[in-house]
């Protein structure tokens, strides 16, 4: 005598284990996909930190270049500038010794001082070019350290990604993927500015 009806319990099982298994590996695929996508975000973000830090280095070293040039040029002007006055002591001392001072000494410490003149606009050129290219390399520190954080945001979302993976926390997953849209977006700052 049958005693209830009989349900297959072995091929219910499995039904349900299948089930668990396909959720499982779409949920398991969707992270592998977001953490690729992620790795791949984060490569390139760090090649932007990378070539940007280089980049901002060559141009400070070519801005400390040019402040030495104008240095040069700087000390060029004070020499014009203590040449004139030699030039004109000596005529001043001729003068108060009561002898007729050659007309040289005016003419030269007079051509002196109109050198001066091109040497000061040569250092004053100089030195602006030197302060538009440390400019130019502190907003390309600023565009760096915006992708170094990106990087780093975009690590963790990827760290936390596999952490989700493991523990098949979809809040995790969502956490991860959340640092990663944050990370994408300090990306895109500094390369739509």
């Known amino acids: 005598m049958p005693e209830g009806p009989e349900v297959e319990s072995e091929k219910l099982h499995e039904a349900i284990h299948e089930e668990l298994e396909r959720e499982g590996g779409m949920f398991l695929r969707g992270v592998a996909l977001t953490t690729a996508l992620l790795a791949a975000l984060a490569a390139i973000a760090s090649l932007r930190a990378g070539a940007t830090v280089n980049e901002a280095l060559v141009l400070k070293a070519e801005a400390t270049r040019l402040q030495g040039a104008a240095s040069d040029q700087w000390s060029y002007y004070q020499a014009k500038g203590i040449k004139a006055a ?45 302060d538009a290219k440390s400019n130019e390399a502190d907003e390309l520190m600023h565009r760096h350290h915006a992708y170094a954080n990106a990087v780093a945001l975009i690590q963790v979302a990827i760290a936390l990604g596999a952490v989700a993976a493991l523990t098949r926390m979809r809040l995790v997953w969502f956490g991860s993927v959340l640092l990663g849209l944050i990370g994408l977006v300090l990306f895109l700052l500094p390369t739509l500015r």
């Open 86 to 130: 030699v030039q004109l002591a000596t005529a001043s001392t001729l003068k108060g010794l009561g002898k007729a001072p050659a007309p040289e000494f005016e003419a030269d410490a007079k051509r002196y001082a109109s050198e001066q003149t091109d040497i000061r606009a040569e250092a004053e050129k100089l030195e602006k070019e030197r």
